[in-house]
Antibody
């Protein structure tokens, strides 16, 4: 059974770049039938989709974050990564990575999630 | 952008109650809707995909219905393990979550 694990700094200074990595185990990130995504959840609030990537490198980003987000994939390490630049306190959240299925080439729901990692933006 | 609106925001119910949560999309999303359950400190868990398909391993007391702009998640007989927050998510155009519905003990 595939498992996902987020890793990265728990504290980032304002205006700096948040960098997180999601490592997959028990399955390959190079599968053609999945996308890989990042979702975040500010404390006490709801879920916000950040972006997705396909193993071949194609990406989709939330328009509200697009100018600050970069998602990349490293199939040799079975990992995908998130970079969010120019962070502010509003970017403080639990960040989740997740697997997204496809149905006949179209994306489906997020069926496997990492446990999440808390990132605080503070000086 | 497609906006997703859930109602109610909070729902108080008792064990064995039938519970219904509504999710409305700001435009037609066909059946491209999922429902998730989230417990405090945990990642969301997929319950329903494509509006009415039950995810493998999810109890049959959970069901989803709807298409177009209006959708419902029904728990036929609420169990102690079901007290949690529930989110809908559209994936017709990008991916957007509803604001969540907390199901609490009455």
């Amino acid at each position: 059974q595939l498992q996902l694990q987020e890793s990265g700094p728990g504290l980032v200074k304002p205006s700096e770049t948040l960098s997180l990595t999601c490592t997959a185990s028990g399955g390959s990130i190079s599968s053609s039938i999945y996308y890989w995504g990042w979702i975040r959840q500010p404390p006490g609030r709801g879920l916000e989709w950040i972006g997705n990537i396909y193993y071949g490198g194609s990406t989709y980003y939330n328009p509200s974050l697009k100018s600050r987000v970069t998602i990349s994939v490293d199939t040799s390490k079975n990992q995908f990564s998130l970079k969010l630049s120019s962070v502010t306190a509003a970017d403080t959240a639990v960040y989740y990575c997740a697997r997204q299925r496809t149905i006949v080439g179209a994306t489906d729901a997020f069926d496997i999630w990492g446990q999440g990692t808390m990132v605080t933006v503070s000086s | 952008d497609i906006q997703m609106t859930q109602s109610p925001s909070t729902l108080s119910a008792s064990v064995r109650d039938r519970v219904t949560i509504t999710c409305r999309a700001s435009q037609n999303i066909s059946s491209w809707l999922a429902w998730y359950q989230q417990k405090p400190g945990k990642a969301p868990k997929l319950l329903i995909y494509k509006a009415s398909s039950l995810e493998s391993g999810v109890p049959s007391r959970f069901s989803g219905s709807g298409s177009g702009t209006e959708f419902t998640l029904t728990i036929s007989s609420l169990q102690p393990d079901d007290f949690a927050t529930y989110y809908c998510q559209q994936y017709n155009s990008y991916w957007t979550f509803g604001q969540g519905t907390k199901v609490e003990i009455k």
